[in-house]
């Protein structure tokens, strides 16, 4: 089946005419799950938990039999299903290590593997009229069996990233990228500096996913702010973090620093730190530190954690984002003194 351009997805998805499988591959992640979200959102909200499956490969229940029998699911509500494979690359383009996964014909398989295979493989060669199966992954091995059929039945949207070998590759990246930076401030309502919004590119490099998040981080600093500085860019967006502070999040917000606490919390989410994990440390904080030398603050922060310990549960937005707005809410100028950790 021949690639379906970006345009034509969102035209299929506004009409709520979906296709019976996608292939969604590409490094530019924040697109990709804004898509799946869109998706899924053709789904009425109240039938949603019956109606929707994200299954992540190769983990519990996420194997490829598996993935065939939540296709197969007949509707308990409506008259459309949606399951959504996340890290599909497990499955398109497995590591050679795990040989666990690899499709029939490949060497050391054992026969309950290939049957794991043959079942999806059934399901994609002729797909039930009532569920929309959409595979999302980063990359895909095209010369692999299951990946080349998966491919030739599918209709298959790439969201590519800022990566290019030649020089012209490179130029048309970074013109994308300014251009996907200028289109985010328009609809924002807010302006750049022009030295500031070359900064957020190259900080970048060719990561298209940490443009998005800087980008996000960054709008959040400057909310209410017409324009966007460069030195809000370089409070905000720094080039090769890594985190060497375990308490680097909460000791940020407890001096009142919004735009270091942005920085810990979206390295400590990058390196796959659970957010629930991170709400728990910075719970702790308020009961243990914050009521100690600002009482008054205590009971808003427990409202703002609550608030999203549930949105977190309930899958009610994007985990990053609902971090990213919790740390904001909790940083105040003022720094509290007393409450650091070491």
């Known amino acids: 089946m021949p690639s379906l351009e970006l345009s034509a997805l969102k035209k299929q998805i506004a009409s709520r005419r979906l296709g019976p499988l996608y292939l969604l591959v590409g490094e530019d992640v924040r697109l990709v799950e804004q898509m799946v979200d869109a998706i899924e959102a053709t789904i009425d909200e109240a039938d949603r938990p019956f109606a929707v499956d994200r299954i992540y490969a190769a983990e519990s229940g996420g194997a490829p039999i598996d993935i065939a029998a939540a296709a197969r699911v007949f509707p308990m509500l409506g008259d459309r299903r949606i399951v959504v494979v996340l890290r599909a690359e497990r499955l398109l383009k497995p590591k050679r290590a795990s040989k666990s996964l690899e499709p029939p014909g490949s060497d050391d398989l054992t026969e309950d593997t290939a049957m794991d295979f043959v079942a999806l493989e059934d399901y994609v ?19 692999r069996r299951f990946t080349k059929r998966l491919v030739e039945k599918s209709q298959v949207t790439e969201f590519s990233g800022l990566a290019a070998e030649s020089w012209a590759g490179r130029r048309d990246a970074r013109a994308m990228a300014v251009s996907l930076l200028q289109e985010a401030l328009a609809r924002a309502g807010q302006t750049m500096d022009q030295a500031a919004l070359q900064l957020l ?74 957010p629930h994990g991170l709400v728990g440390q910075l719970r702790w904080w308020v009961s243990a530190k914050l009521s100690q030398v600002e009482p008054a603050r205590v009971r808003p922060a427990l409202e703002a954690l609550l608030r999203t310990d549930l949105a977190l549960k309930s899958s009610g937005g994007d985990e990053r984002v609902l971090m990213e707005r919790l740390v904001v809410e909790l940083t105040t100028r003022q720094k509290a003194e007393g409450t650091r950790q070491k």
């Open 125 to 143: 060669a002729s797909p039930v009229p009532f569920t929309t199966l959409v595979f999302v992954a980063t990359e895909v091995d095209r010369t």
């Open 201 to 274: 590119v190259d900080r970048a490099g060719n990561d298209i996913t940490k443009l998005r998040g800087d980008l996000e981080r960054l709008l959040l600093y400057t909310e209410g702010q017409k324009r966007i500085s460069r030195d809000d860019v370089d409070e905000v967006a720094t080039a090769n973090l890594s985190v060497e502070d375990e308490w680097a999040v909460v000791n940020a917000i407890a001096e009142g620093d919004a735009a270091r606490s942005l920085r810990e919390v979206a390295l400590r989410l990058e390196r796959g730190d659970s």
